[in-house]
């Protein structure tokens, strides 16, 4: 495609609730990432595929969130019983392994997410 | 462990006139090196990056960026900015492990 979606680009959930983010990276692209980004502050990494597998998951704050990417394609990040400071812009980015995409990362628009 | 400070959180310019964005980082290793801009509602858009070579890089929109190894600092300039350029500035560090590190930010907003 030509950049990378995430879908819905809002989201307001209750208390309690679970919410699931999905992100279309780049075609292509092996590598992607999620990143949480509160009010005022740089993005902050959560975790990381190539392809299917998740080679990092060393930034998700909580059990309650956990991401996949069973095709190594779409990736959906989900956040269980939701609470107030899960409030962000959930951003997801991927890269790929030759010419310009190499080396960067691509950027989606990111969630907001608002947890009442 | 990685770590970037962008030393100014909001920078008022007034149009036309020159701007510099500064950030410095820490690491114990070689990294590559990025700034994005980020639009109200929008995602981060890549400006410009540094992998090797000459240490001054050219992006778009007219912004440069100069890769200072001695001082570990990657500042971004341009010479003469607009209205349009009014955004969220982020510098970023990648060592090639898997995680971006980013700095908190710096707000540029551009005075008619």
């Known amino acids: 495609g030509a950049g990378v979606s995430q879908s819905p680009r809002y989201k307001v959930a209750k208390r309690g609730q679970d919410v699931a983010l999905r992100c279309d990276p780049i075609?292509?692209?092996?590598?992607l990432f999620w990143y949480q980004q509160a009010l005022g502050q740089g993005p902050e990494f959560l975790t990381y595929f190539q392809n299917e597998a998740q080679l990092d998951k060393s930034g998700l704050p909580s059990d309650r969130f956990f991401a996949e990417r069973p095709e190594g394609s779409v990736s959906t990040l989900k956040i269980q019983r939701t609470q107030q400071e899960d409030s962000a812009v959930y951003l997801c980015?991927?890269?790929?392994?030759?010419?310009?995409?190499?080396?960067?990362?691509?950027f989606g628009p990111g969630t907001r997410l608002t947890v009442l | 462990a990685q770590s970037v400070t962008q030393l100014d959180s909001q920078v008022p310019v007034f149009e036309e006139a020159p701007v510099e964005l500064r950030c410095n980082y820490s690491?114990?290793?070689?990294?590559?090196l990025f700034w994005y801009v980020q639009y109200p509602n929008q995602g981060l858009q890549l400006l410009l990056k540094y992998l090797s070579g000459s240490t001054l890089v050219k992006g778009i929109n007219g912004f440069e960026a100069e890769f200072n190894k001695s001082q570990t600092s990657f500042h971004l300039r341009k010479p003469s900015v607009h209205i349009s350029d009014t955004a969220e500035y982020f510098c970023?560090?990648?060592?090639?492990?898997?995680?971006?590190?980013f700095g908190t930010g710096t707000s540029l907003t551009v005075i008619p």
């Open positions: 690491s114990s290793v070689s990294v590559y």
């Open positions: 075609s292509g692209h092996v590598s």
């Open positions: 980015a991927s890269s790929g392994t030759s010419g310009r995409d190499r080396d960067t990362q691509y």
């Open positions: 970023a560090v990648w060592n090639t492990g898997n995680q971006f590190y």
